[in-house]
C-alpha cells in the first residue's frame, strides 16, 4: 500500500530552536494517527511541513506529491482544520459554504447543508454570533463535504466542553472516515481520543519519542502494580517510570519479559496518558 | 451514558464479550443484523480496526457472517453456541474464582453450598 504521509530527516531549525530534528513518518491509508507532544514539540511545524506551509529540509512525500512544490494541487486533497480560527467574523455562516463551493473542487455543499441541519447554526448567522463549540461544528461541516484523501486536524477541540468534544469525535467516525481515508490529529486530551487512534507519535523537542501502532503498544509497553514489599524486586528490572500508588507503586517497562513482571504483581497495558508521561520524563532524572 | 472500558483488557476483547452478552440474552436476535462497523465506532468512539478485529473473531467462532452489502447478521444456532462456551467458562474459570474466593474468607465447603442454595431459591 502506497502511504499517505512518507517523510525522511524531516528537519527545520528557528534561530537556535531544533523545532523538528530529524524524523521519520510513514502513514498508510486508513489510519488514524495521534500526534502527541508538549506545547514546543514541533507538532504544529511537522503539520505546516505536511501541509506545504513550511519549508523543511528533508525528504517529504504526501499522496505522492511534494508538499513545498505542489501545494495547490495536494490541498485539493486534504483537508485541515487549524487550532485557531480562521474564518472573518463577518462572514455569514452561507457565504462560507458559497465561498468554497466557488473554489474548492471538491466541496459538496449540499453534504455540509445536511450536516449544519443537525446543529442550532442559522445560515444567516455571521462567524461573530457563533459560540465556540458551534464554530467547531462550522469548521467541521465544511471540511467533511470536501471529498479529502487526508484530514489533518490540529488540536480540533481546544477550548470546547464535553458534549461538543464528544460530538465532534462522532461526526468524525460516522460521516467522514472511511477506509480510504486517513486522519492525522494533534491533541492534548490523550484520554479522550485514545481509543480511537490505530496509531500513535509522541514528540519532544522535535524528535519522535514513539512511534507505534496501538495494537503493538501492548508487545513493548508493561505497567506493573506492585505492592511495597515487591518494589526492590520490581526496580531491579528497570522501569522506565514510576509513580506511587496506594500500597504500592505502578511502574512501566519497556520490552520487558512479561512473564517476570507478573510474577511481582498485576500487569496491564499502560494507558497514553501514563505512557506519554513516562516517556516525556524519560532520561529527565539522569540529565 | 456507555459502560467505560476496563483496562486490564483490550477493548476489542470486552466488545466481543458485550455482543456475546447480547446474543445470549437474545438483545441480538438469530437471523438478525448487527450494528456496522461504523456505527459502534462512532457510537464508542474507538476506531474501526478494533470493531472489525472484534467482529472477526465473531465470524471465526461460526457466530455471524457477513453479507455482502448488507452486513454482518447473527448466525442460527448462535445463541445456544455462546451458552455452551459461557457455561463452560463458569465451570473452568469463574466457579473456581469465587470458590478460591470463599477459600480465602474462611468460608467452609459446607457453608458455601449452603449459602449458594439460599441465593437460588431467593431469586426464583
Known sequence: ?287 | MQDPWKDDQPIYRQLHERILGLILKSALKEGEAIPSVRQVASDYQINHLTVAKAYQELVDAGLVEKRRGLGMFVLPGAREKVAASERDKFRHQELPQLVARARQLGIAEAELIKMISKVMKESD
Open chain 1, 1 to 287: 500500500m502506497q502511504p499517505v504521509i512518507k517523510a525522511r530527516s524531516l528537519r527545520k531549525i528557528y534561530g537556535n530552536n531544533k523545532a523538528l530534528d530529524g524524523v521519520d513518518l510513514d502513514l498508510l491509508p486508513g489510519r488514524i494517527l495521534g500526534l502527541i507532544g508538549p506545547n514546543g514539540a514541533g507538532k504544529t511545524t511537522l503539520l505546516k511541513s505536511i501541509l506545504g506551509l513550511a519549508p523543511v529540509d528533508g525528504d517529504i512525500s504526501v499522496l505522492g506529491m511534494d508538499p513545498r512544490r505542489q501545494r495547490t494541487q495536494l490541498l485539493e486533497q486534504v483537508s485541515f482544520i487549524a487550532d485557531t480560527a480562521i474564518l472573518p467574523r463577518w462572514l455569514k455562516v452561507k457565504q462560507a459554504l458559497e465561498y468554497l463551493a466557488g473554489v474548492h473542487p471538491r466541496f459538496d455543499k449540499n453534504r455540509a447543508q445536511v450536516f449544519l441541519q443537525r446543529t442550532q447554526i442559522q445560515m444567516d448567522s455571521t462567524v461573530r454570533q457563533l459560540s465556540k463549540g458551534m464554530l467547531t461544528q462550522l469548521h467541521l461541516a465544511l471540511i467533511m463535504a470536501i471529498d479529502s484523501k487526508l484530514l489533518v486536524l490540529d488540536e480540533p477541540t481546544l477550548g470546547l466542553d464535553i458534549l461538543y468534544r464528544k460530538q465532534f469525535y462522532s461526526a468524525l467516525l460516522e460521516d467522514y472516515f472511511d477506509e480510504g481515508k486517513t486522519i492525522l490529529i494533534t491533541t492534548h486530551q490523550v484520554e479522550e481520543i485514545e481509543n480511537l487512534l490505530t496509531d500513535v507519535v509522541f514528540i519532544k523537542n522535535g524528535r519522535f519519542n514513539l512511534n507505534i501502532a496501538m495494537d503493538e503498544l501492548h508487545s513493548r509497553y508493561t505497567e506493573l502494580r506492585v505492592t511495597d514489599e515487591h518494589v526492590p524486586q520490581a526496580q531491579a528490572l528497570n522501569p522506565i517510570h514510576s509513580r506511587p500508588m496506594l500500597g504500592g507503586r505502578a511502574m512501566i517497562f519497556e520490552s520487558a519479559d512479561r512473564a517476570a513482571l507478573r510474577a511481582l504483581g498485576e500487569i496491564k497495558t499502560p494507558g497514553l496518558a501514563d505512557l506519554f508521561v513516562a516517556k516525556m520524563q524519560e532520561g529527565a532524572s539522569h540529565a
